[in-house]
């Protein structure tokens, strides 16, 4: 049985736009996508302060996960990405440079395991 090949951020953008393009609707405008997108920023945080907070979840509360929170961003982010004609590889690519480059001393590396 063979694994199945990782999902790009190319196939991804294109899964999400396949699924939008069912609907008359489309996308939504930046700022209703901005609000969509925080507000799954904030499922998130209830979601990470029930683990890992001092706020257990009440019994009448549905089980939910991180992971799954996680999967609402990454479909939002695909949409909002998708709707203002952003290559999210391309976005990731850039921001990754900056982190290399400009932020490249920030944080105290670790040692590697042949200089001890």
């Not at 991804?12 to 609707?25: A, L, M, N, S, T």
């Not at 996508?33 to 998130?44: D, K, N």
Request: glycine share 6%; aromatic share 10%; net charge negative.
């Amino acid at each position: 049985m063979s694994e199945k090949k990782p999902k790009t951020f190319h196939d991804i953008q294109r899964e999400v736009d396949e699924y939008i393009g069912q609907f008359k609707e489309g996308y939504f405008g930046p700022l209703s996508m901005l609000a969509r997108m925080t507000e799954e920023v904030g499922e998130l945080a209830r979601e990470v302060n029930h683990q890992f907070g001092e706020k257990p979840k009440k019994k009448t509360e549905e089980d939910n996960s991180i992971q799954n929170e996680l999967g609402d961003l990454i479909f939002i982010i695909a949409c909002f990405a998708n709707s203002l004609d952003i290559s999210l590889q391309e976005a990731f690519d850039g921001v990754m440079n900056k982190y290399n480059t400009r932020d490249k001393d920030r944080w105290t590396r670790k040692e590697n395991e042949e200089e001890r």
